[in-house]
C-alpha cells in the first residue's frame, strides 16, 4: 500500500503545530516562573517622603481666601513641608487679610 504524498504535508504541520504548542507553554511557565521570583525579591522597605516646596501665588481679592489658603496646611503629608505664598505686590488685596 502506498502513503499518499499529501499525507507527509499534514503529519509535517501536525508536528509543527505540536512543537509551537509545547514550546509556548513551557515560555509560558518559564515566565510565570520568572514573574513570582522578582515580585518574591521586592524590597518592602518604607520609601522615605521626598520634602516637597508648595508655590502658592496670591492676586486679588477671593471670597474665603484663608479657608482656601488653609487647607494647604492642613494637608497630610508624611516628610517635610514647605509652604510659599508669594504676590507680585504688597498692597495686593490678597497679602491685607490676616
Known amino acids: 500500500m502506498t502513503i499518499?504524498?499529501?499525507y507527509f504535508l499534514a503529519e509535517f504541520?501536525?508536528?509543527l503545530c505540536v512543537i509551537?504548542?509545547?514550546?509556548?507553554?513551557?515560555y509560558l511557565l518559564l515566565a510565570a516562573y520568572f514573574v513570582l521570583r522578582f515580585r518574591g525579591r521586592h524590597d518592602r522597605r518604607e520609601v522615605a517622603a521626598v520634602p516637597v516646596t508648595i508655590l502658592k501665588p496670591l492676586h486679588g481679592e477671593e471670597p474665603n481666601l484663608y479657608s482656601r489658603l488653609s487647607t494647604f496646611c492642613e494637608q497630610s503629608y508624611p516628610g517635610p513641608v514647605q509652604i510659599v505664598f508669594g504676590?507680585?505686590?504688597e498692597s495686593d488685596p490678597a497679602v491685607a487679610r490676616n
Open 4 to 6: 499518499p504524498p499529501h
Open 13 to 15: 504541520f501536525f508536528e
Open 20 to 26: 509551537g504548542a509545547v514550546s509556548g507553554s513551557l
Open 87 to 89: 504676590c507680585h505686590d
